[in-house]
């Protein structure tokens, strides 16, 4: 059995006080109703330290900058900068430095930020904190609490450090930071029972978590490190980042490019020896040779793909924060997701009715006032009586509201009451009107004891809306609560005497409504008597038993936090796409289950798993399950982590989303930390890789499509390069042994490397994605960037370029031409051959004809732009000086040409073939 006991603040060693009396909790922590005393306090803080996190310590800048530089392709690429420096050959080597420059700088300025998670955490922290102290209320710094001082909080206050309730009255702390629900917790000063899971212990408040109505007293039982946010700051620094599959691939490449590069120069070079070529002439071939066959442009290409990947992703609501983590997405296999405000919208919303014996349907989204009734597929009339009367008690009893902000409508307030109004205005009544019509002469407020607000209104005997006039009662709480309060119903047009059969048809209405993971509401209301006034109910003459017995049942309203209209599309798109979803969240299991089974998450053979039965399972157990598991339900930062590290050890790539400042240690954790940028937390964005402007899981895929369009174009690209190096290495090595000719200068080599592996690969950068990308699988990252397909391909087309200047060399050698002519020829064949080459990599899998020949119009600038500068170096004379050059007729050009287009045609009739086979199978 595993046990987690989650990072929830203080719930370890001496911070567990939830089970105990509020007596008991005084004595274990030596403090009385007077507060400590200020030489106690002081005693404490020198013991216990000030309320505040401990930074680690921090990369320096200069550090983060030369990290960029460490990666094995880097490190060759400098070692061969330095070499053509000593050769002379400046040019090349600014250009790789310009590149290996470029791609270090980006790099820098994305992470510069990244590791900023513990300072936000230090900065949610209440500046001021309300104590008692010595009998009297003062206001000190919150750095200054410890543990066993008395702290006083109220609406609006940030919880200064973990406590114990020990005095509330109606207190509601929103804990979404912690928890990831939005709803707003109801707290209480009672002991709770000792199994009482961390997140339903009501009776304790944490550090950083907010009041959103009402006040309380509690007692400080952690503070600093030992709280839940110190907990979790403790974790998220002890977390290591891993490296992105790209840079794992990159580096891999890398180590194998110099290693093949330095074996066949090698080689390449003795047989030029021994077939008598000069010893320093061929060091110097070697070396070009090498430097052409290491690609430079890569670091550029990969800097430069994953900056526009970003630039796309912005458009599309996904701001990446470190550029290798776009093709990250690509790899993605698993995409662990929050529910609320991702997968859902974030907002409660009434969408069943029961009124009158009919159940109706609620249309509308958000917080929209827009929306109709129906009863099954007929609409239903909102002037209808019965509904009007619910309505109305379903505002009156109400402390929520509505407000317009930028078009849109916000509410301020409990979620839960704020659905009430949304649902009412649809019925036509608003509650700014109605709060002036009728208005509110007196409440008995809701706690958690009592499970129901009521509120007096003053009904005119104008209201043709509702069966009783004067001073009305309205009554809404849990269902079972107001049920059992109520002796008669609204029904048929009448006041009725409510049945015994009439309250158990109620009651499964309730059960019907809360098995759909409806969050239920019941409403009742009755006329007061003419010697019940308000003042005396605020005098206590007359009591709530009183005056909220006897009540009339007028209906139920069941509401939730709906899916996005738009994630069910996208669930199903990563399920093409092979990636599996899963939902991890605080909420209950009923509501994650019956959410995840509408979005098509939790299928028919998946398992759902709580954080208490997570618990109960051993390591090696979980990790047989983990594949099947779909629904993860009342969790904990800790049970997430657990996730995450399964996943991984079975070789999955994991994306998580998360908001909540809970998420923070599983968002850097994971191979992709997707933050959300509308609810979500500061520390959770600064955690994570990637942040959704729009908070919506439809976003995720639209990056996941980038990510993998961004490494099909990286990988495409070094099938370029490759296929144009060991064509070059082939025509030297097959020309010294057959013809004990060099059919290329050591400055030509260089030349070819210099524009060949310039602007086109750049262009390939851009192309956007093969249609047809989202029904692949997610590629393996194990197999790196080169994997067999590659190899071959790049031989293949090598091959075919050393064919083709075998053929150049032969008919040059028939003809008698000059060694100038032989070379300028075969120079010129493979950068025309090339050229041809980059369309064969726009798309591995379709015909440059059907992606349309100018649709990325980049390339074909850059290649006719490396055309001219081929043509320019053969027939300007300065040129021709410097690449010993001569000029070639336009028989011998046509020639060159018509060779080189024999590169496109035969990767066009191979990528036929292979769509063909695609289809028969």
Known sequence: MRNISGVFGGMRGKGVYYDQEINSVFEELGVSEAGLSSEEAKKRLEEYGENELKEEEKASVLRLFISQFKSVLIIILITASIISVLLGELI??????FTVFLAGTLGFLQEYRAEKAIELLRSLTSPETVVIRDGIEKKIS????VPGDLILIQTGDRIPADARIIKEFNLKIDESSLTGESVPVQKSAKPLPSETP?????????????????RGCGVITATGMETAFGELAGLLGTIERSRTPLQESLDKFGRWIGIATLIIVAFVAMLGVLYGFPLFDMFLWGVALAVAAIPEALPAVVTVGLGLGVRRMVKRHALVRKLPSVETLGATDVICSDKTGTLTQNKMMVENICVNKQVLKVTGVGYSLS????????????????????????????????FKKDEKWEIKGDPTEAALVV?????????????KKYPRLGEIPFSSERKRMTTLNKVEADSNSF????????????PEVILGSCTKVFLDGKIKALTPEAKQLISGKVREMADQALRVMAFSFR???????????????????GIEADMVFSGLMGMRDPPREEVKTAIQKCADAGIKTVMITGDHKITAST????????????????????????????????ERVSVYARVYPAHKLRVIDAFKKKGYVVAMTGDGVNDAPALKAADMGIAMGITGTDVSKEASSMILTDDNFASIVAAVEEGRNIFKNIRNFITYGLSAHIGEVLIVLISILGWQILPLLAVQILWINLITDGLPPMALSVEPPDSGIMRQKPRNVEEGLVTRREIAAGLGVGGLIALQALIVLTWALDRGFPIEKLQTLIFTLVVFSEMFNTFNWRSDRYSVFFLGLFTNRPLVYAVLTTIILQLVVIYIPFFQTAFKTVPLSLLELGVVLALASTTLISMELVKYFKREKAKEM
């Open 423 to 435: 649902a009412a205005a649809k019925a036509g009544l608003h509650k700014a009107e109605l709060n």
């Open 595 to 626: 959410i995840a089974k509408e979005l098509g998450i939790l299928k028919e053979d998946d398992l759902t798993l709580t954080g208490s039965e997570l618990d109960n399972l051993e390591d090696a157990e979980f990790e047989d399950k983990v």
């Open 467 to 478: 069966p009783v006039k004067g001073l009305v009662a309205f009554s809404k709480g849990a």
């Open 142 to 145: 919150s750095k200054k609490l």
């Open 198 to 214: 961390e997140a339903d212990r009501t009776n304790m408040v944490y550090t950083g978590t907010a009041v959103t109505y009402g």
């Open 527 to 545: 006329s007061l008597v003419e010697d019940v006034s308000p003042e005396k109910v605020s005098s206590g003459e007359h009591t709530a038993e």
């Open 371 to 402: 929306g109709e009734f129906f009863k099954g597929d007929i609409k239903f009339p909102a002037e209808d009586l019965y509904l009007q009367a619910l309505s109305l008690g379903a505002v009156l009893c109400n402390d929520a509201g509505l």
């Open 92 to 97: 090349d080597a600014a250009v790789i430095i």
